[in-house]
């Protein structure tokens, strides 16, 4: 079942079948209701379920003592109505009796704070104790379920690190020793000399000896310190995963595994996902509150995820209001839910489960809304739901197998980065902002945009930009090249390539490793703490253009031309914005941060030379395609009919009619054309 296609952006999530379905919790529930879900279910077009993610306690009620009967019994019953199971490692909600008898496997918090039981993750991923149980009762479910031909797959544990992405519990004092040991190859100097343990009188005497770093414990941490504890971080938790992943796929080779993320601490184009037959991504577009903002936000979040591994599987689409303690999401309108449903497919789902199938009546989230409510009335969700499910009749085999189109990517799905930017970030916006705000500007012009990582195919993409990425691996600099000589179109944001790979400062003139593909150097820079006090513009395409968060003075090799100047304080006239023809390539250097203005004003120039053409503005576009086919996803995000002019020849999926010479679309409504 394994893929053994390389992460890619590009990369098709291997799936035998569109898998569509809900997170369903049975165990929440009365016989007579229960006995009544899996028709309803079918009548949906469900083929497949999410269960036990949570319900350790009740499959091991005393330690050793297993009883899968429960679930052997719903398994059965939804098998007969054709819906199959996706099972859980129960691992993010150990038992009473587990925290009870081993408080050590509680995580502790940089405060000093250990976790109590009573809501969930509060167990430590590298505790050696905890460890055994999960591989126990992993083993326990994987064994017992090997031979059902129901069950189709498994997610590890669920949404690892969503509540506390750090422990500092003892166990993981002694496995961060162990991890820095293997690290230096046992060399103690080693680890000095890289963390520059030179200043502040940090030198380690021995790998024991190196704590956990905690911020504000006084003061600030050794930045290369701080980042090496995330990388272990994200190989604990990784190994954690393999131990259930071994286990599972040992008992039975036909199941895929996957997990849901996305959250910080996890590099999720390393080992991670590739253990992994593809990533999960769990999808609320509904945290955003702003309707205006929510369709955008949705887009990136999952172009983000496919930068990291490709396509991947949503194991939970919201399907209503979500509500915790202190939120309560607005409810989607009408044509709101299957319209997320869409974009998620549009741009990588796979497989597609909704969070959840019923409202709980009790417990945290017993207002975070399924597709019916709390009495199980099937209402306008459920209709809509049900409407997708029989569309997907058609769209989900038709998408399987494809990826999706990048003409513009902006560069997303590095762990470092992300990482070293979270331990210096001196106030300035994370990178991954930025690039929203070139990533938007595509997006919102109708071109086939996407992120993507600077080892990735690059070979469709004809301009991509890097946005202040401060660790830019010197090895990724030679095939960039071999791309730019191409014909590519590369756009360098300030402070990239600035620190190394143990987030200290490069030695070289900056921009470091890309100083000479760039053609240029970087004379001065300077944080702008408060534009409007010392306003800095530069001079783009005819318009003066404001900058913000920081500026860089550029000096210019003999072979690079300015593109815009400072105007502003003692920068005037200096340069700000270089460009460099490389082969048949440009390379752009932008000596600031990529604001909105200045991405707007930079991009529709960069556009042109790259040769890159806008789709269809207006609406949500989005091309799935491969050697055989293409798909046409069309969105309408607007409050009114848009009307599409000479869309693809072919035919809409959704109303099984030919294309005509224009295409309307009403308000939250879809297309999605196979072209001819
Ligand atoms: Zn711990």
């Known amino acids: 079942m394994k893929t053994t296609l390389p992460l890619s952006h590009k990369r098709p999530a291997n799936f035998s079948r569109f898998w569509f379905g809900a997170a369903y919790y049975p165990e929440h529930w009365d016989e007579a209701t229960r006995a009544d879900d899996p028709a309803r279910m079918k009548a949906a077009g469900f083929n497949v379920v999410r269960l036990a993610e949570f319900s350790w306690d009740l499959m091991e009620p005393r330690e050793g003592q297993y009883d899968f009967s429960f679930y052997d019994e719903q398994i059965a019953r939804l098998g007969q109505a054709g819906v199959s199971t996706i099972l859980c490692t129960p691992t993010a909600a150990p038992p009473r009796w587990l925290t009870v008898q081993h408080p050590e496997i509680l995580r502790v918090n940089a405060a000093g704070v250990r976790m109590q039981h009573g809501s969930r993750q509060q167990a430590c991923v590298s505790s050696p104790v905890f460890r055994d149980y999960s591989r126990r009762i992993t083993q326990a479910m994987a064994g017992h379920f090997r031979d059902n031909p129901q069950v189709v797959g498994w997610q590890t544990d669920n949404e690892f690190y969503c509540h506390i992405d750090e422990c500092h519990c003892p166990a993981c004092q002694q496995a961060f020793g162990e991890f820095l040991r293997q690290k230096f190859g046992d060399d103690i100097g080693a680890l000095n000399r890289a963390w520059g343990t030179a200043f502040w009188a940090l030198t380690f005497g021995s790998f024991a000896a190196v704590l956990t770093p905690r911020r504000d414990q006084p003061t600030y941490p050794n930045p290369a310190h701080e980042l090496d504890f995330k990388r272990f971080l994200t190989a604990t938790v990784t190994e954690f995963q393999r131990e259930q992943v071994t286990i599972l796929r040992a008992e039975q080779s036909r199941w895929f595994v996957t997990h849901n993320g996305l959250f910080n601490n996890i590099d999720y184009r390393g080992e991670f996902t590739r253990d992994l037959d593809m990533l999960g991504y769990d999808c609320y577009p509904m945290f955003h509150f702003n309707p205006a903002e929510r369709a955008y936000s949705q887009a990136f979040n999952l172009d983000q995820t496919r930068a990291w591994s490709g396509n991947?599987?949503?194991?939970?689409?919201?399907?209503?209001?979500?509500?915790?303690?202190?939120?309560?999401?607005?409810?989607?309108?009408?044509?709101?839910?299957?319209?997320?449903?869409?974009?998620?497919?549009?741009?990588?789902?796979?497989?597609?489960?909704?969070?959840?199938?019923?409202?709980?009546?009790?417990?945290?989230?017993?207002?975070?809304?399924?597709?019916?409510?709390?009495?199980?009335?099937?209402?306008?969700?459920?209709?809509?739901?049900?409407q997708v499910g029989e569309e997907l009749q058609r769209v989900g085999p038709a998408v399987l197998g494809t990826h999706v189109r990048v003409d513009v990517a902006v560069a997303g799905g590095d762990f470092v980065n992300n990482a070293a930017h979270d331990t210096l970030p001196f106030g300035l916006p994370h990178p991954r902002h930025m690039s929203v705000n070139l990533h938007r500007h595509f997006y919102e012009r109708g071109y086939a945009v996407g992120l993507v990582h600077p080892t990735d195919d690059l070979a469709d993409v004809k301009l991509f930009c890097v946005p202040h990425w401060v660790v830019f691996d010197p090895a990724w600099v030679t095939p960039l090249r071999r791309w730019v000589e191409a014909g590519g179109v590369l756009v360098i944001g300030a402070r990239t390539a600035t620190r190394d790979a143990n987030n200290n400062v490069v030695a070289e003139t900056i921009p470091g490793s890309l100083r000479e593909l760039a053609g240029v150097t970087v004379e001065e820079y300077g944080k702008q703490n408060l534009p409007a006090a010392r306003p800095l513009r530069l001079t783009l395409t005819g318009k003066s253009v404001p900058t913000d968060h920081w500026y860089e003075w550029l000096q210019l090799d003999r072979d690079t031309k300015p593109l815009a100047k400072w105007k502003g304080r003692h920068l005037t006239g200096k340069v700000a914005v270089s460009t460099r023809r490389v082969g048949k390539g440009q390379v752009i250097y932008v000596g600031t941060y990529f604001t909105q203005p200045v991405a707007d004003a930079l991009l529709p120039a960069l556009t042109k030379l790259a040769g890159v053409k806008s789709l269809w503005p207006g609406v949500e576009v989005v091309c799935r395609q491969n050697a055989e086919k293409r798909l046409w996803f069309f969105i309408n995000h607007q409050e009114r009919t848009v009307t599409i002019k000479q869309p693809p020849r072919g035919v809409d999926l959704i109303t099984g009619k030919k294309t005509g010479k224009t295409l309307a679309l009403r308000p939250n409504d879809i297309a999605v054309v196979q072209a001819t």
């Open 312 to 386: 991947f599987i949503i194991p939970e689409q919201q399907s209503g209001p979500g509500g915790q303690q202190p939120y309560f999401h607005s409810n989607p309108e009408p044509g709101e839910l299957r319209k997320m449903t869409y974009v998620s497919i549009a741009r990588g789902a796979d497989s597609l489960l909704y969070f959840r199938w019923r409202t709980c009546r009790f417990g945290a989230e017993e207002y975070w809304c399924g597709i019916l409510d709390h009495d199980s009335v099937p209402r306008r969700r459920y209709a809509e739901v049900q």
